[in-house]
């Protein structure tokens, strides 16, 4: 299938970047972007994104977990196939309604490799021909983004592995294989009018009048440091989901502990304890040269001190990570704890009435 002007624009994060304001302005204005010629075709894998077109170039088992965790019961030939006719359907799409640009947001391809990163091309070049490319990036400095990272793990109680070490090579994979590759910085808010979904959408050229264009990214908020250390032992004494599997009680106590978490002022200092930072850093040095001089993003800091980050580093507490301000977490429970009985209060009347 052969198309005339038709670009396909993929969006691959990196996560911690913006990606699921972006994803979910996209997915709700996508009926005024199909009147723009615009198409954002959803995953038939995992429901309202497409995300899992990852699976289009990396096999089931090395699939991120809400993905796998979505077509396990599937061969790897049953997903082959399902992918294939979904990006055969996109092609459809673009024939009947003259789609002048597809759009694929999925932060899972920030991470693929040199190779998974050629079958993603070949898969879209043999389904929708010689189309135009552009990538594009929002790159995130690496110790903002493990700090990030680490927050959103500890919400959701999973367990901590210490991989400092961000794989922005396959940034320039990206670059030599789609050849048309922009890189933002993240933290650079002035060069994208500080909002990521709005500078997006300017780059697909969409007119935004009629468009439904407030932010929702509350599914995406991390953590305090202290919430999530509350969390944390909170979780290990009462419930026994140890995998990240929230009962309805524990859920609770989650959105209580996020809503008080909001409501106090934010703690002073909680960022990364100086040892861990500068195994951060050290460990992405060479990644960080290569951001500059391909892209002239600088994440040079002169107060960092490159160690060696060869050792085991412990991870018994949160302690070991962050500063906690212990002040602030104390506050915190108690106010958890008000709010909790309250809400027992409330049901035990409604129950007498």
């Not at 490319?133 to 367990?159: G, H, M």
């Not at 009018?193 to 468009?211: Q, S, T, W």
């Not at 460990?283 to 060869?310: A, G, H, P, T």
Request: charged share 30%; aromatic share 10%.
């Amino acid at each position: 299938m052969e198309f005339d002007n038709l670009k396909v624009l993929i969006h691959i994060g990196m996560p911690k970047s913006g990606s699921t304001a972006i994803q979910n302005m996209l997915r709700q204005n996508m009926q005024s972007l199909l009147s723009q010629g615009i198409y954002f075709p959803l995953s038939p894998i995992k429901e309202n994104d497409n995300q899992a077109v990852v699976a289009l170039c990396r096999d089931k088992e090395d699939l991120p977990r809400d993905i796998y965790n979505r077509c396990k019961d599937l061969s790897q030939e049953e997903i082959d196939n399902l992918m294939l006719l979904w990006l055969e359907n996109v092609g459809k799409k673009c024939n009947d309604e003259s789609i002048n640009t597809v759009v694929i947001s999925s932060e899972y391809l920030f991470s693929c490799t040199d190779s998974e990163i050629r079958k993603l091309k070949k898969c879209l070049t043999e389904h929708l021909g010689d189309v135009e490319f552009e990538v594009v990036c929002y790159a995130r400095d690496p110790i903002n983004y493990w700090t990030s990272l680490v927050k959103q793990l500890l919400k959701a109680d999973y367990s901590l592995v210490f991989d400092p070490e961000i794989n922005y090579s396959s940034l320039l994979s990206y670059k030599r294989i789609f050849r048309n590759l922009k890189v933002f910085d993240f933290s650079d808010k002035e060069s994208y009018g500080g909002d990521i979904a709005y500078h997006f959408f300017e780059l697909l050229g969409c007119h935004r009048d009629g468009m439904d264009l407030q932010l929702d990214n509350r599914s995406n908020e991390s953590f305090s440091t202290e919430a999530a250390s509350i969390n944390r032992e909170f979780r290990k004494s009462r419930f026994k989901d140890r995998n990240g599997v929230f009962t309805e009680e524990s859920r609770r106590f989650l959105r209580v502990l996020s809503n008080a978490d909001k409501s106090m002022e934010k703690p002073q200092g909680s960022g990364l304890v100086d040892n861990i930072k500068n195994i951060v850093y050290s460990r992405n040095i060479k990644s960080i040269e290569m951001l500059k001089n391909e892209f002239d993003i600088n994440y040079s800091e002169s107060s960092i001190e490159v160690v060696d980050s060869s050792g085991d580093i412990s991870l018994e507490s949160i302690d070991d990570l962050f500063y906690v301000d212990h002040t602030r977490r104390e506050r915190l429970l108690m106010d958890v704890c008000c709010r909790l009985s309250n809400r027992l209060e409330k049901s035990e009347r409604s129950a007498g009435r």
